[in-house]
Nanobody
Framework: QVQLVESGGGLVQAGGSLRLSCAAS????????MGWFRQAPGKEREFVAG???????AYADSVKGRFTISRDIFKNTVYLQMNSLKAEDTAVYYC????????????????????WGQGTQVTVSS
């Protein structure tokens, strides 16, 4: 079955960096658009970044210029490089996957994704 396993979360000081990884298995990775979402305590889940099959990318305004999403089709892995972290970036981060025939479209809506990982906690201390 399809599995998305996130790693790389942890505790970091404000201004620091983390790189999240999401290893995908049980699917043909190149046929999937991928994304990252996050959910902070007491808040709704929100889109962070997405990457299409052809590596087009999109970002939430709150992370643009600080976060970078990328994918490695040989390792079946999607990454989220997070720089200049702020306290408001504290959340559980989820990796997502959507089977799609489109090469270029980046999905921003969580309801459009087929699979979700278990999440990894990111805590930024101020």
């Amino acid at each position: 079955q399809v599995q998305l396993v996130e790693s790389g979360g942890g505790l970091v000081q404000a201004g620091g960096s983390l790189r999240l990884s999401c290893a995908a298995s049980g699917l043909t990775f190149s046929n999937y658009a991928m994304g990252w979402f996050r959910q902070a305590p007491g808040k709704e889940r929100e889109f962070v970044a997405g990457i299409s099959r052809s590596a087009n990318t999109a970002y939430a305004d709150s992370v643009k210029g600080r976060f970078t999403i990328s994918r490695d089709i040989f390792k079946n892995t999607v990454y989220l490089q997070m720089n200049s972290l702020k306290a408001e970036d504290t959340a559980v981060y989820y990796c997502t996957a959507r089977a799609t025939s489109s090469y270029s479209v980046v999905q921003r809506m969580g309801s459009n994704y087929d699979y979700w990982g278990q999440g990894t906690q990111v805590t930024v201390s101020s």
